[in-house]
């Protein structure tokens, strides 16, 4: 029943923008703090952010601390991720997460950021 779909992704060169969003349904999401993720080839996920359920909180991790932008739209139960400033390392897949609740993955979405 829990639904969540990242969408945003795409090719971009350094120092380029995208923004991400993930769009959820199926449960009660001003409940619930989100997170996004990041997965490369061979390598662990990694928490990129997160932001409180009310939208007033956010954390990041620190190399992307400054770039990233995580905010929250409750009203359209929608999460987003604005990146700027993107670098060839941020090149990976991107996943929206619900805090707290095993199994509460997207399906991710690509992002490519060339030299």
């Known amino acids: 029943q829990v639904q969540l779909v990242e969408s945003g992704g795409g090719l971009v060169q350094s120092g380029g923008s995208l923004r991400l969003s993930c769009a959820a349904a199926?449960?009660?999401?001003?409940?619930?703090?989100m997170n996004w993720y990041r997965q490369t080839p061979g390598k662990e996920r990694e928490l990129v952010a997160s932001?409180?359920?009310?939208?007033?909180?956010?954390n990041y991790l620190p190399i992307v601390k400054g770039r990233f932008t995580i905010s929250r739209d409750n009203n359209k139960s929608t999460v987003y991720l604005q990146m700027n400033n993107l670098r060839p390392e941020d090149t990976a897949m991107y996943y929206c997460?619900?805090?707290?609740?095993?199994?509460?993955w997207g399906q991710g979405t690509q992002v490519t950021v060339s030299s």
């Open positions: 932001i409180g359920a009310d939208g007033i909180n956010t």
């Open positions: 199926g449960f009660r999401f001003s409940d619930y703090v």
């Open positions: 997460k619900i805090f707290g609740v095993v199994g509460a």
